[in-house]
């Protein structure tokens, strides 16, 4: 597991790992919901492949992803409920729903580039997650759940990244993509805390007692 790898602006602290372990059943909930709706994301994008000339791989690629992402939710799921948990019916996901934002609706190719990205943005972070959950991690079953799945985290990453890569030119796509990350460093900032895999690190009581005076409140 390597951060070198993964191109985030923003670098999660260490701490946030124990931070949120402290909770596990209610972290594997946000984590099986999260499996879910990136199972939903691959299949919703499956026939969404830009005309004339889609990627070679397209259906392939989004096939690939749905069926890793569902064997991930059967495996959370299952240690989940053999922990006495169980998977909430409803989940709200702040991070994702603020990175759809940047969507550029009804602009044809650009729009899918966006949404791959999008797609792309949220695995990093994951990655990221995953390989601090690993480490920090002393319960073994749940450490190689962590470990195993930044790879596969990892390899979906580059996929959705490789797929917008080949929809428009080289350089509008590395312009685009580094403002998708501006974006997402802010984004995942203002998340709030707690046991989720998208969630920010408690301030410090220090930092609660005098928190930092936002720009709207500064005008
Ligand atoms: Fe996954
Ligand atoms: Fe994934």
Request: charged share 25%.
């Given at each position: 597991?390597?951060?070198a ?102 602009q ?17 972070r ?14 073994t ?9 930044w ?21 509008q ?16 900032q ?13 301030p ?16």
């Amino acid at each position: 597991m390597r951060e070198a790898d993964l191109p985030l602006h923003y670098k999660t602290p260490a701490t946030w790992a124990p931070s949120v372990l402290a909770q596990p059943l209610e972290l594997l909930n946000d984590h099986a919901h999260l499996e879910k709706k990136a199972a939903a994301n691959a299949l919703e994008l499956l026939n969404r492949w830009p005309e004339p000339t889609p990627p070679e791989n397209w259906v392939a690629a989004m096939t690939a992803v749905a069926r890793d992402e569902v064997e991930h939710l059967a495996v959370v799921c299952r240690l989940l409920a053999r922990r006495g948990g169980r998977l909430t019916k409803s989940h709200a996901n702040p991070y994702a729903s603020a990175l759809h934002q940047l969507v550029r609706r009804g602009q044809g190719t650009s729009e899918l580039v966006d949404r791959l990205m999008i797609s792309s943005l949220i695995e990093a972070r994951s990655c990221e997650r995953f390989a601090l959950l690993g480490q920090a991690c002393n319960d073994t079953e749940l450490a190689k759940l962590y470990k195993g799945l930044w790879a596969s985290e990892h390899g979906h990453y580059r996929t959705f990244l490789q797929l917008a890569e080949q929809l428009q030119p080289a350089e509008q796509v590395a312009k685009r993509w580094q403002e998708m990350l501006d974006h997402e460093s802010q984004i995942i900032q203002r998340q709030p805390p707690g046991p989720r895999m998208h969630s920010i690190l408690n301030p410090s009581p220090q930092e609660a007692r005098s928190p930092r005076t936002s720009p709207e409140a500064q005008k």
